[in-house]
Every structure is written in structure tokens, then in C-alpha cells.
């Protein structure tokens, strides 16, 4: 997976859509909803990430609840 180095930052509750290849939470954040064109298993919707985390994937769309985030682009 090739990512670029455009991170769009997420705050606030608004739906945010694209091409991202990985999501690191500036601080302690809550999902309310995520998609993702590569992930099988539990959903990650109501889970909490603590600051710093990454996440990596092939990620079409995410809201958060609660925090804040860098999603960087495909």
C-alpha cells in the first residue's frame, strides 16, 4: 500500500470520505461509524482509540463521535 503524505484532519461529527490508508488519533477518540474496503471482523463503531494510535487499512469513510484525527490519503 502506497499512501501519500496529504492527511486531511478529522474533527467534530461530520462524515468524512475518501481513500485513506491510515487514521492516527491526536487524542484520545471515539468512532461513531467507519468503513473499510480491507477489514473483516468486529466493527470498530463505538470503539475508543487512545492518542497516538494508527490504524492502517483501506478506510472509504469515518465519523467520530468524540476526538480528533489524521486520515491519510491513498
Known amino acids: 500500500m502506497h499512501m501519500g503524505?496529504?492527511?486531511e484532519s478529522i474533527t467534530g461529527t461530520d462524515a468524512r470520505t475518501g481513500r485513506f490508508g491510515?487514521?492516527?488519533?491526536?487524542?484520545?477518540t471515539v468512532i461513531n461509524a467507519?468503513?473499510?474496503?480491507?477489514?473483516?471482523g468486529?466493527?470498530?463503531d463505538g470503539?475508543?482509540?487512545?492518542?497516538r494510535t494508527v490504524i492502517y487499512g483501506v478506510f472509504?469513510?469515518?465519523?467520530?463521535?468524540?476526538g480528533a484525527a489524521i486520515a491519510y490519503k491513498l
Request: hydrophobic share 35%; with cysteine.
Open 5 to 7: 503524505c496529504q492527511g
Open 22 to 28: 491510515a487514521i492516527q488519533f491526536k487524542e484520545d
Open 34 to 40: 467507519i468503513t473499510a474496503d480491507s477489514y473483516t
Open 42 to 44: 468486529d466493527s470498530l
Open 47 to 51: 470503539e475508543t482509540f487512545v492518542a
Open 60 to 66: 472509504t469513510s469515518i465519523q467520530l463521535t468524540s
